[in-house]
Each structure stands twice: as structure tokens, then as C-alpha cells.
Nanobody, 119 residues
Framework: VQLQASGGGLVQAGGSLRLSCAASGRTSTIYAMGWFRQAPGKEREFVASIRRSGGSALYADSVKGRFTISRANANTVYLQMNSLKPEDAAVYYC??????????????WGKGTQVTVSS
């Protein structure tokens, strides 16, 4: 499975960005797709996840109400990030695996995309 992420960039605090992730290859082996992020000097942390079949989504408390994960289809997911804060700045990684919030739930990682939020 390959995961291709795009959409990062520089935005002012309060602004919005949308990340995209497209899965290819043996996608039948993954049950959920989502996003994790890692800021310098910090552990990689869960952001949001959604089942490839649709329906349930999970969010980190820190992004609830501001970020929305959605599916274009079973192999493409988006992360709409609104009201961005400086603390949201990180490298964002697309992830594929089983549905959950732990790094251990992830079987496949995409290359990260940088999100920078200026104050």
C-alpha cells in the first residue's frame, strides 16, 4: 500500500488548510485511513481517522470542532483544518491500518507534509 499526501503549507493563525491522502496498491488490507502529526521534539500523535467503508470517525480532543476528516471514496481522504493555531504546526502523516487512535494501529505511513501556522 502506498499513501500519497498533499496539501500542507504556510497559513496564518485562524486560517484553513485542506490535506489530501490517496491510497493505492493493496488497499483491501487497510480498514481505516487518517492522520497523525509530529512537531519538533514531540511524539507522533493521533489527529483523526475514518473507516474506509465510511461512517465512524475519530478525532483527537485538541482538534474536535476545528478539523473534519472525510472521504471522497474508499481510497481518498481529506482533512479540512479550520481555525488553525500555532500549536497545530507539525509534519502531518497520512496513515492506513485498523480503526483506532494509536500509532500501533497503523500499518502504512505516507510521507509527511509540513503544516506551518504563523501567529
Amino acid at each position: 500500500v502506498q499513501l500519497q499526501a498533499s496539501g500542507g503549507g504556510l497559513v496564518q493563525a485562524g486560517g484553513s488548510l485542506r490535506l489530501s491522502c490517496a491510497a493505492s496498491g493493496r488497499t483491501s488490507t487497510i480498514y481505516a485511513m487518517g492522520w497523525f502529526r509530529q512537531a519538533p521534539g514531540k511524539e507522533r500523535e493521533f489527529v483523526a481517522s475514518i473507516r474506509r467503508s465510511g461512517g465512524s470517525a475519530l478525532y483527537a480532543d485538541s482538534v474536535k470542532g476545528r478539523f473534519t476528516i472525510s472521504r471522497a471514496n474508499a481510497n481518498t481522504v481529506y482533512l479540512q483544518m479550520n481555525s488553525l493555531k500555532p500549536e497545530d504546526a507539525a509534519v502531518y502523516y497520512c496513515a492506513g491500518g485498523i480503526f483506532g487512535t494509536a500509532v500501533s494501529n497503523v500499518d502504512y505511513w505516507g510521507k509527511g507534509t509540513q503544516v506551518t501556522v504563523s501567529s
